[in-house]
């Protein structure tokens, strides 16, 4: 067929085409819910994910109030943003935490865990943490001290999660602060002191180019539910399950070896 017979049979199809009703491009949700199943099917299927020696396969971990007994090491966790239960998921940040310092310090017989119930969502992070949030820490801070006299207390926020630490550690008296072996906050936004905890407690772990925990991220003026102001916080704030292990051999340090290894 010479090249102005092809032309031409196009255009003949193309006008005798059906005229198809134009639609709006769906949202970024619904394409996430319809790409989800065929990313299962057709993703590479490895063997699964290595927890470590101790994994804490729960999302929820209330270990001050269930009837545990006291333990040597008591660490209570404010999980980040989107977090399930109160400590999050098993290859989160905070078990993997767990998982690492149960580890080194003897096994979990020794390690009491207890999360913050608090509502970790985007209106969390807009009010800079939940003062629910923080009064919660503070009770768990507290009951920690007298229920259990002879723990190390530990305490760990990742993300907005870091708020609710350092609000707890403000509201706490002298005594309980001296009971304190460790603070940690991870992907919150720098900050040299916590309460009244001496600096050498104090471990602020924050990512290279993470524009929330540096502050670059302009809070003003904040447009709600603009995808772009969301979308430069969410880039750089991730990944802080890398620095998880690193994070657990530190806060061991900070127990000066009174617990067994």
């Not at 970024?28 to 927890?51: F, W």
Request: charged share 20%; hydrophobic share 35%; proline share 7%.
């Amino acid at each position: 067929m010479k090249p102005t017979q092809l032309l031409m049979a196009l255009a003949t199809i193309a006008y005798a085409a059906p005229t198809v009703e134009q639609t709006m491009a769906p949202t970024l949700a619904e394409l996430d819910t319809h790409s989800q199943p065929h990313i299962k099917r057709c993703g590479k299927k490895g063997p699964p994910p290595y927890y470590g020696e101790h994994p804490y396969p729960n999302q929820t971990y209330n270990q001050l109030t269930d009837g545990t007994p006291c333990r040597n090491v008591t660490l209570i966790y404010a999980r980040g943003m989107g977090g399930k239960g109160n400590v999050g998921e098993v290859n989160g940040v905070g078990p993997i935490i767990f998982n690492r310092l149960a580890t080194i310090i003897g096994g979990p017989e020794n390690l009491a865990i207890a999360g913050v119930k608090y509502k970790a969502n985007m209106k969390t992070v807009i009010q800079k943490g939940p003062r629910e949030g923080g009064r919660a820490m503070t009770e768990l801070i507290n009951r920690a001290a007298t229920q259990c006299p002879g723990t190390k207390i530990v305490l760990v926020g990742h993300s907005v999660g870091g708020a609710l630490v350092h609000q707890s550690a403000e509201n706490i008296t002298t005594e309980v602060t001296a009971r304190i072996a460790a603070a940690v906050t991870l992907g919150y936004k720098k900050r040299d002191r916590i309460g009244k905890i001496p600096k050498s407690r104090i471990l602020v772990v924050c990512r290279k180019g993470d524009s929330f925990c540096s502050k670059t991220v302009p809070w003003e003026p904040f447009v709600y539910g603009c995808p772009i102001w969301f979308y430069k916080i969410v880039k750089t704030h991730q990944n802080y399950e890398k620095n998880a292990n690193a994070t657990a051999d530190w806060i061991a340090g900070r127990l000066n070896g009174n617990v067994s290894r």
